[in-house]
């Protein structure tokens, strides 16, 4: 979930259409959905026929296959779908480490971040409209800016760019994550690299007439504090 869709231990690749998007709805939906929910969430504008319903679902169980004592990923059922228990996700394992205390465990949470969540899916719109794409991103932003606060805190210059840059894999526009970048690279003695950080946030959000406009005002202070700094350390 966290990044490009993959299922990592499928019995078959997922070749009908929609039948990956199926998966992707009911993992995210432990306690199951009903046909006419998740056929809602996935065809919106449409009203699928039942056998072209039965068909997603029977691709899709074949697919995901079988455990080792032949129990079905996806057992059969009549009018609700469930995913087996023994169906997990990566975003189950962030949720049960973000509330950890360690900040070892909340970088091998961020670890596990790819890229955009949900990515390769052919429609994200019931993941928007149902908050769970929103609660993802900020989940994922909290932590990688707890752990990148951590980081600075503890004189791990390297640490915090890392956390940073995992959040914004997610997140690209979030501007806590670019202040993390600029202090890391001043904390690092980087001034080029406090540079290059804000040179790339204003790539993102530059307006036409003056793009510092676009900046939030706490993250342009910020800069403007680093960058003299980094003249001066220059200077002498």
Known sequence: ????????GAERPFVRAWSLDLVAYLALHPSGAATDQWATALW????????????????????????EHGADY???????????????????????GASATDPTVWRACLGLVRGRPLDGLRAVDWAVLEG???????????LA??????????????????AARQGLL???YDERLYRALLRAADRAGN??????????????VAEDVEPYDAVHPETLELYRALSRRGERSAQC
């Open 132 to 142: 769970i794409l929103p609660n993802i991103e900020s989940t994922v932003v909290d």
């Open 145 to 162: 800016h707890r752990l990148a606060e951590s980081c600075l805190a503890a004189g791990d210059a390297e640490g915090a760019r890392w």
């Open 44 to 67: 919106p504008d449409r009203l699928m026929a039942p056998a072209s319903l039965h068909s997603t679902a029977s691709a899709a169980r074949r697919a995901l296959g079988s455990d």
């Open 74 to 96: 996806l057992p059969r059922a009549h009018g609700r779908l469930c995913l087996a228990s023994t169906v997990t996700t990566d975003w189950e394992r962030f949720q049960a």
């Open 170 to 172: 997610v997140s690209p």
């Open 1 to 8: 979930m966290l990044g490009p869709i993959e299922v990592a």
């Open 191 to 204: 001034p080029a690299g406090v540079e290059a950080a804000m040179a790339e946030l204003v790539r993102l």
